[in-house]
């Protein structure tokens, strides 16, 4: 059949077979949509040297897919399913073609459509067919290979379609930025005693909406007559309103250049939001950007996009009651000064964070996530450049992190950290982002759970909700809080706490492992346990990255007297759940030691619960505490820890007690551990572990040799060293 060419916007460069090229379809059209996801992000790719060409794409356009396939990479905007894209789709991924679904908009969740206030006034057909229409966006998201929204909450709940997510926030293009300047320029010279308030309702589906401030601004106009209330667009205006309708101008629906030109000559800016609707929840911060840019400041609903995009009193004002509408709306029209200083600050938040080249800069770093195999990593040495830092002494650090588990190693590091940290005197805040056997936990529940499992600190613990306070920087501490945290407007710089591989917690899930994977090209300044992960991450990453070394928390683990018994005991950390442990390795390697040392002690720790069970006696001493672990490891002549990926921290306990060490010969002990001087590093095969145990333990002197000089070793491990390491880094990227 012959197909059509669509609409096609003009390339932002001329197509080059040496440029990677982006065919962007747009889908929708409505209001200023198209330009801030397309439009703009045709800009902002041509600014990276890719080329792009835009096609509009409805159900009645045909397409000629044949061009389309001539680029890199499809990026679907809005686009249902249908039968060409899916041929398109289908025809890109037998090429080896990155597809993509951008949405800005909460459409394709069929659970929620009920969320969707408009939907309510549809006849029942046509109701109908806006919920097979839903079905058919949720068809096309799942059938690309990514997806790319303008709000955290959309990219998680992406996420929870099983599907990468990642968050590339609404910004000003060149032109509105152009006209933006001009308008701001010409406020300055502004002088009237009548104070507009403006309301913007880009199409007839915000009556609901309205309603949030509505009660606010019937008061607010009955008590301040030189108040004019302006709205542009289709909104059905409440009967409380009717009475002042000499004050109240209506606009009709207008282009962008329109709308920012009449958001100008207002005085106050509004953007009431549904609140409690997830629909409402998870659009982005368009009317805090545009009121922004030309320097009008903005009362909005408490709402996810506001409170993430705004401070509330210092470049905006939240509103989450009518109370609050109305005192926030008569204290900007009461004090001129203060509505040009948040106009004034909204506008360098909105230049800082949506400008064109903040739009650039983020695109940057995500291209490599979104085509990995097309888009290099940044090779730059210097990090996103995020705000200015907040203090000028102590530092305010906030850290996303995943629900902790008691007894896991990762999480005693982070928290290790952050308690030193605090004890140093910066403000930790930490956020702990819930999966499941917290989900209702309260901030102060969260907080003793830390406490009893991790020790007492200064920090402040809360539940995550979706956002971040400011501060001077932000730490994530595993993969998915670096999706969350690279889709947050606060925080300041972004770091990552990598204290391992992350990747290879996968090794037979390639969609969870390419998203770990990704984390390390989102642009956070890495700091990593140990030096191997730094220079695995600058070399294949091109990351930038810094380390700390490893500790041990001698308070808990030093060597017991009287604990060793007469037989010889060795001990192994064995995992059969954590493939990068090496169980079955190990458990081959004792299965040759127990024939020729059948009186020797093993005992394995770490799980409750082993399978392939030894076929050799054996003790499982399972999960312990830390007094416990620091007790076994004092009562064993040698432990073994098989570290496939970054070092464990259980070896440097087991020396730290007296325990003479068998590990994985690898560069990743580089500096931390040496053959024959303060470990037995072997080969990765079973027969070799064995020999090194034998050796270690038929030979007493080589073995009190082993133990003194790893002893003499770990004094010298310190986690509170460890946390100035990374004071030091902060300190110096802050100042």
């Given at each position: 059949m012959q197909v059509v060419l669509p609409t096609l916007v003009a390339s932002a460069r001329s197509h080059s077979i040496l440029s990677i090229s982006y065919f962007i379809a747009s889908g929708c059209q409505i209001a200023t949509t198209h330009l801030y996801r397309c439009i703009h992000l045709q800009e902002q790719l041509g600014d990276l040297g890719r080329d792009a060409e835009i096609a509009i794409w409805n159900d009645e356009?045909?397409?000629?897919?044949?061009?389309?396939?001539?680029?890199?990479v499809i990026w679907l905007y809005r686009i249902p399913m249908n039968g060409p894209l899916g041929s398109l789709?289908?025809?890109?991924?037998?090429?080896?073609?990155?597809?993509?679904?951008?949405?800005?908009?909460?459409?394709?969740?069929?659970?929620?459509?009920?969320?969707?206030?408009?939907?309510?006034?549809?006849?029942?057909?046509?109701?109908?067919?806006?919920?097979?229409?839903?079905?058919?966006?949720?068809?096309?998201?799942?059938?690309?290979?990514?997806?790319?929204?303008?709000?955290?909450?959309?990219?998680?709940?992406?996420?929870?379609?099983?599907?990468?997510?990642?968050?590339?926030?609404?910004?000003?293009g060149r032109e509105m930025t152009a006209l933006a300047a001009e308008l701001y320029a010409r406020r300055r010279d502004r002088a009237r005693d009548q104070v507009v308030i403006t309301y913007g309702s880009g199409t007839a589906t915000h009556d609901r909406d309205f309603e949030e401030a509505a009660p606010a601004l019937a008061e607010i106009l009955a008590r301040f007559r030189e108040v004019e209330l302006w709205i542009?667009?289709?909104?059905?205006?409440?009967?409380?309103?009717?009475?002042?309708?000499?004050?109240?101008?209506?606009?009709?629906?207008?282009?962008?250049?329109?709308?920012?030109?009449?958001?100008?000559?207002?005085?106050?800016?509004?953007?009431?939001?549904?609140?409690?609707?997830?629909?409402?929840?998870?659009?982005?911060?368009?009317k805090f950007i545009e009121s922004g840019a030309v320097g009008v400041p903005l009362v909005a609903s408490e709402i996810d996009p506001f409170r993430d995009a705004m401070t509330d009193g210092e470049d905006g004002l939240l509103a989450p009651n009518e109370n609050k509408?109305?005192?926030?709306?008569?204290?900007?029209?009461?004090?001129?000064?203060?509505?040009?200083?948040?106009?004034?600050?909204?506008?360098?938040?909105?230049?800082?964070?949506?400008?064109?080249?903040?739009?650039?800069?983020?695109?940057?770093?995500?291209?490599?996530?979104?085509?990995?195999?097309?888009?290099?990593?940044?090779?730059?040495?210097?990090?996103?450049?995020?705000?200015?830092?907040?203090?000028?002494?102590?530092?305010?650090?906030?850290?996303?992190?995943?629900?902790?588990?008691?007894?896991?190693?990762?999480?005693?590091?982070?928290?290790?950290?952050?308690?030193?940290?605090?004890?140093?005197?910066?403000?930790?805040e930490v956020y702990v982002v819930t999966y499941n056997s917290m989900t209702n936990y309260a901030s102060d529940q969260i907080r003793s759970y830390v406490e009893k499992n991790f020790g007492e600190t200064a920090a402040?613990?809360?539940?995550?909700?979706?956002?971040?306070e400011n501060a001077d920087c932000s730490f994530a501490t595993f993969w998915p809080t670096v999706e969350i945290l690279s889709g947050l407007l606060k925080g300041g710089r972004r770091y990552y706490l990598v204290q391992d591989f992350e990747p290879d917690f996968y090794p037979d899930d390639?969609?969870?492992?390419?998203?770990?994977?990704?984390?390390?090209?989102?642009?956070l300044h890495c700091i990593t346990l140990g030096p191997w992960l730094t220079r695995r991450l600058r070399k294949s990453y091109k990351a930038q990255a810094d380390y700390f070394d490893f500790a041990v928390d001698h308070d808990i683990y030093w060597p017991k007297q009287g604990?060793?018994?007469?037989?010889?005991?060795?001990?192994?950390?064995?995992?059969?759940?954590?493939?990068?442990?090496?169980?079955?390795?190990?458990?081959?390697?004792?299965?040759?030691?127990?024939?020729?040392?059948?009186?020797?002690?093993?005992?394995?720790f770490g799980a409750d619960e082993v399978s392939p069970a030894p076929s050799f006696p054996f003790t499982n001493y399972g999960k312990l505490q830390q007094e416990e672990l620091a007790a076994?490891?004092?009562?064993?002549?040698?432990?073994?820890?098989?570290?496939?990926?970054?070092?464990?921290?259980?070896?440097?306990?087991?020396?730290?007690?007296?325990?003479?060490v068998v590990e994985m010969a690898s560069d990743r002990w580089d500096g931390i551990l040496t053959h024959r001087r303060d470990a037995w590093l072997v080969e990765k095969t079973p027969r070799a572990i064995a020999e090194g145990l034998k050796t270690i333990l038929t030979n007493k002197g080589l073995r009190e040799q082993l133990r003194n000089n790893a002893l003499r070793r770990s004094q010298k491990m310190s986690w509170r060293e460890s946390a100035r390491q990374i004071e030091e880094i902060l300190r110096r990227d802050n100042s």
């Open positions: 356009a045909q397409v000629d897919l044949e061009r389309a396939l001539r680029f890199d789709i289908e025809q890109a991924r037998s090429l080896g073609k990155p597809v993509i679904f951008d949405t800005d908009d909460l459409i394709f969740e069929p659970e929620l459509v009920d969320q969707q206030r408009a939907v309510e006034k549809l006849s029942p057909n046509e109701q109908r067919m806006h919920a097979e229409g839903v079905q058919r966006y949720l068809q096309t998201l799942e059938a690309c290979d990514t997806v790319v929204t303008a709000t955290p909450l959309l990219a998680e709940l992406a996420r929870r379609r099983a599907k990468p997510a990642y968050v590339h926030r609404n910004c000003l542009a667009g289709p909104l059905a205006l409440p009967g409380s309103l009717a009475i002042f309708d000499r004050r109240v101008r209506r606009f009709p629906l207008t282009g962008w250049r329109e709308w920012i030109t009449l958001l100008s000559d207002s005085d106050i800016a509004i953007a009431p939001l549904e609140r409690g609707n997830i629909f409402c929840r998870a659009k982005s911060e368009i509408w109305i005192e926030s709306l008569a204290f900007l029209i009461e004090q001129p000064n203060e509505r040009k200083r948040m106009g004034d600050r909204a506008r360098v938040l909105v230049i800082d964070r949506h400008s064109p080249r903040a739009g650039s800069r983020g695109l940057r770093y995500l291209l490599p996530q979104l085509a990995p195999e097309l888009e290099q990593p940044v090779g730059s040495k210097k990090t996103v450049r995020w705000p200015r830092r907040l203090s000028a002494r102590s530092l305010k650090i906030n850290w996303l992190v995943p629900e902790p588990f008691a007894k896991a190693g990762g999480d005693m590091g982070i928290f290790r950290i952050i308690r030193y940290l605090a004890e140093f005197g910066h403000r930790c402040q613990y809360r539940r995550f909700e979706g956002e971040i390639p969609l969870h492992y390419r998203r770990a994977e990704n984390t390390y090209r989102a642009g604990v060793r018994p007469k037989q010889q005991r060795i001990c192994f950390y064995a995992r059969p759940a954590t493939p990068r442990r090496g169980y079955e390795l190990g458990l081959a390697a004792f299965e040759l030691l127990s024939r020729e040392m059948p009186e020797l002690q093993i005992v394995f076994l490891f004092s009562s064993c002549d040698a432990g073994v820890v098989l570290s496939l990926s970054n070092p464990s921290f259980v070896p440097l306990e087991m020396i730290a007690c007296g325990c003479v």
